[in-house]
């Protein structure tokens, strides 16, 4: 079983920057791909950014130029750091790992911006 804890989130105003964290644990196998998603109330989870074990990265547009995520695979460790933050932004963001084709998430961790 895999557990993700995560960290970093908290209020920014608009054009400010965060940075989240998210540890993995307790993996006995390899974590394949490490990513983001964010969820707004009455919207579904919608994924921000993943990064792969040998780091090919994909992004929702909506960050594109905004955001990188990057990971430290010895740490089991995915990033995201976020500059130029929107009010849009604000949302639950939750760290999800696909470890052994079974997929984990995190308990979520609340950014907002103020505009």
């Known amino acids: 079983q895999v557990q993700l804890v995560e960290s970093g989130g908290g209020l920014v105003q608009a054009g400010g920057s965060l940075r989240l964290s998210c540890a993995a644990s307790?993996?006995?196998?390899?974590?394949?791909?490490m990513g983001w998603y964010q969820q707004t109330p009455g919207k579904q989870r919608e994924l921000v950014a993943r990064i792969t074990s040998g780091g090919s990265t994909h992004y929702a547009d909506s960050v594109k130029g905004r955001f990188t995520i990057s990971r430290d695979n010895a740490k089991n460790t995915v990033y995201l750091q976020m500059n130029s933050l929107k009010f849009e932004d604000t949302a639950v963001y939750y760290c999800?790992?696909?470890?052994?084709?079974?997929?984990?998430w995190g308990k979520g961790t609340l950014v907002t911006v103020s505009s």
């Open positions: 999800h790992v696909l470890s052994n084709y079974r997929d984990y």
């Open positions: 307790g993996s006995r196998f390899s974590i394949n791909v």
